[in-house]
Every structure is written in structure tokens, then in C-alpha cells.
T-cell receptor, first 111, second 115 residues
Framework: KQEVTQIPAALSVPEGENLVLNCSFT??????LQWFRQDPGKGLTSLLL?????REQTSGRLNASLDKSSGRSTLYIAASQPGDSATYLCAVRTGAQKLVFGQGTRLTINP | EAGVAQSPRYKIIEKRQSVAFWCNPISGHATLYWYQQILGQGPKLLIQFQNNGVVDDSQLPKDRFSAERLKGVDSTLKIQPAKLEDSAVYLC?????????????FGPGTRLLVL
């Protein structure tokens, strides 16, 4: 059974810092890995999707890496801003479009 | 393009009562998902529809939860009778057919509180 773990559960940093969020998964047989953002009272928004054959994806100040063999992914946020405050979730696709989510990292960027 | 619509946004009921949630996916999206997200946890898939057929309902508590997708468009999720542990946010998502279905588009969710 696939299990996804995110560390830390919560993170608070001052504005402008670079930061890394971690995600690990137990079964390396995945189709892809996605990072989502969730704002309070709202649904999830997809940030980055990494196919199993890829090593990383970049979008603006966000960079996600994938090491499938070790079951790890990181989300790097450069030059953090207060607007980046949200919960970040990683999810792996195991087949038939089924996503297994981690519990999320609640990020607070302090002005 | 309109997003995934869900209603109601909030619901408070007492245990043993019944409740129903409604979801309208993005037009043309063949696949529809219902997730349960308990506070402090990631979403857990309850049921997945492909058009109006069920693809995966392995984590749906079938003794109290039921879902249907009429005509392959809108969907309803029902809980009868509700328990305290059903308090959660219920998220609906949809994805288009083909490779574009890699990404799921989520609605705002229905927040359920069972007292």
C-alpha cells in the first residue's frame, strides 16, 4: 500500500527566504508526482507535475525534484513572499488516475 | 472556463442524520472524483467515476456512503446515517479524457460538521 509522508507538518519563515518542503513515498512504482497548493476554504490548485521519467520541473519561483528510486521529492520555493502562505500537498499517481496524498505542510511566510 | 462547482459550501448536522452533497464538474471532463479530507490530513479518494460508471470505490464506506453520477455529468454524494467521524471537507474533482487527464481540477469543497 502506497504511503506518502510530508515533513515538516508546519513551517514558518521570514519573507525573502528560500525554503524546501519534503515529500517521501513508500512504493517507487508511480506514474507521476504532483505538488498542490491549498488555501483556507478553497480547493486544491496544481503547481507542478513531474512524470516518473523526469527529474525536475520548474515554474517561476518553484522547482520540484523527483528521485523515484529513493522515494523522495522536494519542492523548492525561492525568495518566499507572504502570498506563498498556504498548505502544500504532494500526491503520487499509482494508476487509473488514482492519487495518494501526503498530509501536507502548512507554510507561513512572515512579512 | 468555469471551474468545478460544489454545494452546499457548509453543512452542520447531528449524528444519525442524512446529508447530501452536489458536484458539477468542468464541462467535457469524463472523470469525476470525490475525496474526503479530515482536518490535518491529505485528501483520501472515496470514489472515482468514468462517465457514469464507477472505476474505484474501494475506500467508500458503503454501509453509510453512496454516490451516483447521473448521465455522466453531475454527481451527488450521500451519507446516511452520519457519524461524528464523518466531519471533514468533501472535495470533488474532475479531469479531462486522455493525457490531459493527468491533472485533476478541484472544487472548493463542502465542509461538514457532525455534532
Amino acid at each position: 500500500k502506497q504511503e506518502v509522508t510530508q515533513i515538516p507538518a508546519a513551517l514558518s519563515v521570514p519573507e525573502g527566504e528560500n525554503l524546501v518542503l519534503n515529500c517521501s513515498f513508500t512504493d517507487s512504482a508511480i506514474y507521476n508526482l504532483q505538488w498542490f497548493r491549498q488555501d483556507p476554504g478553497k480547493g486544491l490548485t496544481s503547481l507542478l507535475l513531474i512524470q516518473s521519467s523526469q527529474r525536475e520541473q520548474t515554474s517561476g519561483r518553484l522547482n520540484a525534484s523527483l528521485d523515484k528510486s529513493s522515494g523522495r521529492s522536494t519542492l523548492y520555493i525561492a525568495a518566499s513572499q507572504p502570498g506563498d502562505s498556504a498548505t502544500y500537498l504532494c500526491a503520487v499517481r499509482t494508476g487509473a488516475q488514482k492519487l495518494v496524498f501526503g498530509q501536507g505542510t502548512r507554510l507561513t511566510i512572515n512579512p | 472556463e468555469a471551474g468545478v462547482a460544489q454545494s452546499p459550501r457548509y453543512k452542520i448536522i447531528e449524528k444519525r442524520q442524512s446529508v447530501a452533497f452536489w458536484c458539477n464538474p468542468i464541462s467535457g471532463h469524463a472523470t469525476l472524483y470525490w475525496y474526503q479530507q479530515i482536518l490535518g490530513q491529505g485528501p483520501k479518494l472515496l470514489i472515482q467515476f468514468q462517465n457514469n460508471g464507477v472505476v474505484d470505490d474501494s475506500q467508500l464506506p458503503k454501509d453509510r456512503f453512496s454516490a451516483e453520477r447521473l448521465k455522466g455529468v453531475d454527481s451527488t454524494l450521500k451519507i446516511q446515517p452520519a457519524k461524528l467521524e464523518d466531519s471533514a471537507v468533501y472535495l470533488c474533482a474532475s479531469s479531462p479524457p486522455g493525457l490531459a487527464g493527468e491533472t485533476q481540477y478541484f472544487g472548493p469543497g463542502t465542509r461538514l460538521l457532525v455534532l
